[in-house]
């Protein structure tokens, strides 16, 4: 019952795609895709490589960030592409792929949360922010994120299984609801503590101050990560398989996995290589090293 579920939903999504030229949707995909991946890699391998990055908790968790999102895209991208030229995936494959994709976005979404919450605790207890978050407990803490971004989809997945096609409709809605509602107000405190403690440091009072461009920045990017879960919850709220509706949920669809959900992905490398000096100054160091090996090379 189960797998002639998602074939039918497969064969909707690519009779749909196919009359309304809607495989035209993975042009942006491969596009966002593919300047990601030019990027993402390299500063992972900066990060992961060199000590002084490699000693921050911040630059942990957004290397953990960057790692879920190459996930995220590569197995995006290989759905999308078969959903444009009709390839059905085995059960098995479907499931796995279906799980991986609720698991690396929401261990995306986790992430972004916490590094938001250790802005807040270095802001809040300077003197105390290597006790607090070393390290050694940045790497625990990576560790327990990607558990609990597994647990829920498997969940769900075993009661999918069951038979319980309207339970986990119900159960996909609701994790996404409370999960987002949780981080949305887990960051809301920390973005106003942190505006109380440093509002009489004077960084707030140009327009143009780092710390204001920086903080907007980063509230974009936010943003951008947790539109695609609201989008995803209303749909399943709203638009029901089983009525007329089949055009603009796949359409909605569509908008979400090869628009929506690899724009801050796109931008979440470049937005750290620009903001961050270390950053910067490593990633131009490992490609003026490759450079110049290229050219004695050569030469």
């Not at 339970?167 to 949780?182: D, N, P, Q, R, T």
């Not at 809301?188 to 101050?209: A, P």
Request: one cysteine or more; proline letters at 4%.
């Amino acid at each position: 019952m189960t797998q002639s579920f998602i074939v039918n939903i497969s064969d909707d999504w690519y009779r749909i795609m196919d009359t309304r030229h809607l495989d035209l949707f993975l042009i942006p995909t491969v596009l966002l895709t593919s300047v990601t991946m030019l990027v993402n890699p390299v500063l992972s391998i900066c990060i992961l490589c060199f000590p002084s990055l490699r000693q921050e908790t911040r630059y942990l968790l957004l290397a953990n960030t960057l790692f879920a999102d190459m996930l995220f895209l590569t197995i995006n991208l290989a759905m999308v592409s078969c959903n444009s030229v009709g390839l059905q995936m085995p059960h098995s494959l479907c499931e796995f792929m279906m799980v991986s994709m609720v698991m690396t976005y929401s261990c995306s979404v986790i992430t972004v949360t916490l590094m938001v919450v250790d802005t807040y605790v270095a802001v809040r207890w300077p003197l105390r922010y290597k006790e607090i978050l070393p390290p050694s407990r940045a790497k625990k803490i990576i560790i327990s994120i990607w558990v609990m971004a597994a647990v829920c989809p498997v969940s769900l997945l075993v009661m999918f299984e069951v038979s319980l096609e309207m339970k986990m409709k119900v159960g996909v809605h609701l994790y996404f609801i409370i999960a987002i509602s949780l981080c949305t107000v887990l960051i809301v405190y920390c973005y106003i503590h942190l505006y109380i403690i440093t509002k009489t440091s004077g960084i707030w009072r140009s327009r143009y101050s780092r710390a204001r461009m920086t903080l907007l920045a980063h509230t974009l990017l936010l943003m951008m990560y947790f539109v695609p879960a609201l989008v995803f919850a209303v749909e399943l709220a709203l638009l029901k398989r089983e009525t007329n509706d089949d055009m603009v949920g796949v359409l909605i669809d569509l908008v979400n996995m090869c628009i929506l959900m690899l724009l801050p992905r796109c931008c979440t490398p470049y937005l750290y290589i620009l903001r961050y000096r270390e950053i910067y100054e490593t990633v131009q160091q490992v490609l003026w090293k490759k450079r110049h090996q290229s050219q004695r090379s050569v030469a």
